[in-house]
């Protein structure tokens, strides 16, 4: 079963705006992780954010964490063609012994 | 381009044929991954190998099966696959620790079709 759940499954917009996806999970965790995975490829990760984190930052990514609601965000600003790809969240859960869970992800198309 | 590789990119086989996917890393870590994806879908994890032992099994199949002869290798073993079977196949790895720290890191995956 998927520990985490994204939203939205796909999102469309303008080159130069920015993209919010979001994240939820469902058991404690030791970190959240985002991943980029363009079409047919391995996945690139992007950023680690610990539990005990809150916000973290990466250039033009920014991802927010809150263990009590039990969800995450991920932030992209200024958005480029190139961003276009597929977004997903994994969690290291707590207790669970090296394994990462995978969200359903968020298709990013960023139109010219 | 990615410091894990996969071989072959593309894989074609028959419903009773024997092949191997491979695996290769150079960044000196001890966990290493399977992970099958199917089309648009999240990753699904198959295996994991922690200094060169297998320590999770997803409950995969015994037609799907992994060896690591050494800490920079990682092989599945495909045999009597099925057509539901195909996906495509991602090797990642991580350092000493694992995900509590790291990320994976993930080749490109090898694309198998199951006729």
């Known amino acids: 079963s998927q520990q985490g759940e994204e939203d939205p499954q796909a999102l469309s917009i303008q080159e130069g705006e920015n993209a919010t996806m979001n994240c939820s999970y469902k058991?404690?965790?030791?970190?959240l992780q985002w991943y980029r995975q363009n079409s047919g490829r391995g996945l690139v990760h992007l950023i680690l954010i610990r539990s005990n984190e809150r916000e973290k930052h990466s250039g033009r990514l920014r991802v927010t964490l809150d263990t009590s609601k039990k969800s995450s965000s991920l932030l992209i600003t200024a958005s480029r063609a190139a961003d276009t790809a597929s977004y997903f969240c994994?969690?290291?859960?707590?207790?669970?012994?090296?394994?990462?869970?995978f969200g359903g992800g968020t298709r990013l198309m960023v139109k010219p | 381009d990615t410091e894990v590789t996969q071989t072959p990119k593309h894989l074609v086989m028959g419903m009773t044929n024997k092949k191997s996917l491979k695996c290769e890393q150079h960044?000196?870590?001890?966990?290493m991954y399977w992970y099958k994806q199917k089309a648009k879908k999240p990753p699904e994890l198959m295996f994991v190998?922690?200094?060169?032992?297998?320590?999770i099994n997803e409950s995969v199949p015994s037609r799907f099966s992994p060896e690591c002869p050494n800490s920079s290798l990682l092989n599945l073993h495909l045999h009597a696959l099925q057509p539901e079977d195909s996906a495509l196949y991602l090797c990642?790895?991580?350092?000493?620790?694992?995900?509590?720290?790291?990320?994976?890191?993930f080749g490109n995956g090898t694309r198998l079709t199951v006729t």
């Open positions: 994994a969690t290291d859960a707590r207790n669970a012994g090296n394994m990462l869970t």
């Open positions: 058991t404690s965790i030791n970190n």
């Open positions: 190998y922690s200094y060169e032992k297998l320590s």
């Open positions: 990642a790895s991580s350092p000493p620790g694992g995900t509590v720290n790291s990320p994976l890191h």
């Open positions: 960044m000196g870590h001890r966990a």
